[in-house]
């Protein structure tokens, strides 16, 4: 997962990640995806 993808995803250039990305980064946190609906 490269950096610039979640810098847009965090400053709202991409508000819609898919859902590949959400499990990239929520594997590198070592959450469950549903973890970053909350």
Avoid: Q, R, Y
Wanted: aromatic share 2%; net charge negative.
């Amino acid at each position: 997962l490269a950096l610039n993808t979640v810098v847009k995803i965090e400053t709202g250039e991409s508000p819609n990640p898919t859902v590949d990305t959400l499990e990239k980064i929520a594997k590198a946190l070592g959450v469950p995806t549903a973890e970053l609906f909350k």
